[in-house]
């Protein structure tokens, strides 16, 4: 059976999911329109792991309607605390007992909870990008949101050399995906941005010029509609 991973034109936000013959994972399920009738075909009938990056909504959106019906866990939970809402939210789903070991960075879990209860109250609720946690799946490499300041702490691990596909950074602002974090990917072929350039305005000039400059070429959703590949 054929598997894919599919990014979703989701408008400004991401949801990624990787389809497996009993398996859907799913690495952040946000944006402003969610794809439930195509999601749902490729895996309403298989166990939904889902992995979030950090707080934002357009990062955790649609498990706000996520159907019961499904088989679905959490794989990963973002780190420090939110509103009331959404950590209401998050709360009514189980947390995922057995999974494959991704790699994986968690930023302040690597240090210790002090360290992240610290950072959480000087950065407020509302920041969670520079909690945002950093996953490889396959040769995928999904940084969230992660800021320029949080990408020197993690590009320099092994496992991001062999990165073949970006997912930018907070959709492409020029805020993430620093000439530094690119030079550490010397296998990399193509980046993705999930967003909305005409209201947001990402991918910003200054990325897609970085990106230029290392002959990488940019997908945009808000393009091609949702992206497909094939593994």
């Known amino acids: ?54 707080w934002d909504w357009d990062h955790i959106g649609a498990l706000s309607r996520w159907p ?23 709360a009514e789903f189980k947390d995922c007992k057995t999974d ?14 002090l360290n992240l209860r610290n950072t959480q109250k000087n950065l407020g609720k509302s920041d969670s990008n520079a909690l945002s946690q950093v996953l490889r799946f396959g040769e995928f490499l999904f940084p969230g949101d992660s800021p320029i300041a949080s990408e020197k702490s993690w590009m ?30 010397p296998r990399l072929l193509m980046a993705v941005s999930s967003a909305r350039y005409e209201r947001y305005k990402h991918p910003h000039p200054e990325v897609l010029y ?3 400059q290392h002959r990488i070429p940019t997908l945009k959703t808000e393009d091609w509609g ?6």
């Open 1 to 54: 059976m054929f598997s894919y991973v599919v990014i979703w034109n989701v408008g400004q936000g991401q949801w990624i999911t990787s389809v497996e013959n009993c398996t859907c994972r799913h690495f952040d399920v946000g944006g402003e329109k969610f794809p439930w009738k195509k999601v749902g075909k490729l895996c309403r009938d298989k166990d939904n792991l889902i992995y979030l990056s950090h």
């Open 68 to 90: 019961k019906s499904w088989q679905s866990c959490l794989a990963l939970r973002p780190q420090g605390v939110s509103s009331a809402k959404k950590m209401k939210m998050l």
């Open 100 to 113: 494959i070991n991704l790699p994986m960075w968690r930023g302040l879990k690597e240090n210790n909870a």
């Open 156 to 185: 320099e691990l092994p496992w991001i050399a062999g990165v073949r596909v970006l997912i930018l950074g907070h959709h492409g602002s020029r805020t993430s995906t620093s000439e530094e974090l690119l030079q550490r990917m």
């Open 210 to 212: 970085r990106l230029r």
């Open 226 to 231: 949702n992206i497909w590949f094939e593994k």
